[in-house]
């Protein structure tokens, strides 16, 4: 047996270079459509449903960097100028005007408590330190819900249907794993750890049951999903790595009302959708770069009511500015739990 276990081995071998042997070899590698360019999609991502997405409204001229878009139920849409420390709100005609202007932190990533408070995780990477904070729409009442004493980097947050928040704490490298995951109390003030030991843990997103968790973790390029017992218990065999990403980098993302998980590549000009199983279905491709044009591109949401998602990005240097851009996606946007 072994003998003819052997010559099936062989003969294997001798097929396999029998068909290399009759493909047409090039006499040099050289750049082709799919290869060309700063950011080629991965082979594995190539045959996804994808759609171009068009230009919406450009926020700025210059390539400030855009972050931690979300809507309210009037259709209003906040998003963050980090480097200018604003939270802007952009209302459905396309008037722009800053809620709040922070005074050392930079806002990151956005949510809306039950009561209507808009909460801003902000951080100020090269110090390490970081707080979120919270604010009445009408510029009023500004505080430190999770003070920079509290020693967190909070990158993304998500509120559940009980009114406590899941965020990141965007700490460690990807041979330093510091950043975790941690779940703050509908009190406010009882915070306990999720998911430790994450390499820059970035966004965070929750199913539409609020039985499971998505977290990315920047510093890996891995997508987490995390069965919940209860708000901060993981369920027996319920964290598992649902994918790896390619190339830079996993940051923020959105669920839909279907479950399927939207997740912007920062880096890449990018978004990708994954089902509720973490098993990539479509991508959202953004204008210029495959010319290394929009890559910076950092957030998204889904406008209420519709499958209208709109994502925020950054040309950096590049000459095409910061802007916001717009696509059809597969369903509507989840429902938050409670919002005034």
């Not at 210059?62 to 939270?87: H, K």
């Not at 920047?218 to 999903?225: D, P």
């Amino acid at each position: 047996m072994a003998t003819l276990g052997l010559a099936f081995a062989l003969a294997g071998l001798g097929f396999s270079h029998a068909a290399l042997a009759q493909q047409p070899l090039s006499e040099q590698l050289t750049y082709d459509a799919r290869t060309q360019g700063p950011v080629p999609i991965p082979p594995s991502e190539r045959e996804l449903q994808s759609v171009m997405a068009a230009p919406w409204f450009q926020v700025s001229a210059e390539g400030i960097v855009l972050e931690g878009a979300t809507f309210d139920q009037s259709g209003n849409m906040y998003f963050c100028d980090v480097p200018g420390r604003r939270v802007l709100r952009l209302t459905p005609d396309r008037q722009l005007s800053t809620v709040v202007t922070l005074d050392r932190l930079s806002p990151g990533g956005l949510a809306f408590h039950p009561d209507g408070r808009l909460f801003v995780a902000a951080l100020d990477i090269p110090n390490g330190v970081g707080a979120i904070m919270a604010v009445n729409l009408d510029r009023s009442g500004l505080q430190a819900i999770i003070p920079p004493e509290a020693r967190y980097m909070p990158n993304d947050l998500v509120f559940d249907v009980n009114g406590g928040f899941y965020f990141t704490d965007f700490k460690g490298t990807a041979t330093d794993p510091k950043g975790g995951v941690y779940y703050t109390s509908p009190d406010l003030h009882t915070i306990r750890p999720v998911l430790p030991h994450l390499a820059m843990a970035n966004g965070v997103a929750l199913r539409p049951d609020g039985k499971a968790l998505w977290v990315t973790e920047f510093g890996r390029n891995l997508l987490h999903r995390i069965e919940l017992a209860d708000a901060s218990t993981i369920a027996p065999i319920g964290s598992a790595i649902a994918y790896h990403f390619t190339g830079p980098a996993p940051d923020s993302m959105r669920a839909d009302a279907d479950g399927n998980l939207y997740v912007a590549i920062y880096g890449q000009g990018r978004v990708l959708v994954l089902n509720q199983n973490g098993i990539p279905i479509g991508q959202v491709l953004l204008p210029g770069r495959d010319g290394g044009h929009n890559l910076q591109s950092t957030s998204m949401a889904i406008r209420p009511g519709t499958k209208d998602l709109y994502t925020v990005t950054s040309d950096v240097s590049g000459g095409e500015g910061a802007t916001i851009f717009h696509a059809k996606v597969f369903a509507q946007a989840l429902r938050p739990f409670s919002l005034n």
